[in-house]
């Protein structure tokens, strides 16, 4: 199961951010679409189901940030970090 998604380029070293345990479930993109990326890794049914059910997280990526989604009440928190 994937604990972190990490988009582009981070400008601070990914290990300082995310454990060595956690870079197994790691996936790496230079994605900026998160409903593409959520979609691509089968953690959505659809675009269309984001939007409708989490309208917050329909969105671009573009900005350097860190921050975590939660796609239901049962579903593990994931780690995005946004790179350049």
Do not use: A, H, Q
């Not at 479930?25 to 994605?31: I, K, S």
């Not at 997280?57 to 350097?64: M, V």
């Amino acid at each position: 199961m994937i604990e972190n998604i990490v988009i582009g380029n981070p400008k601070i070293n990914i290990r300082e951010l995310i454990n060595d345990d956690s870079l197994d479930n790691t996936f790496f993109t230079e994605e900026r679409w998160l409903p593409k990326i959520l979609k691509e890794l089968n953690l959505i049914p659809s675009t269309s189901w984001l939007k409708k059910n989490k309208p917050e997280y329909f969105r671009g990526l573009n900005d350097i940030d860190c921050f975590y989604i939660k796609l239901g009440k049962s579903k593990k928190p994931i780690y995005i970090v946004i790179g350049e």
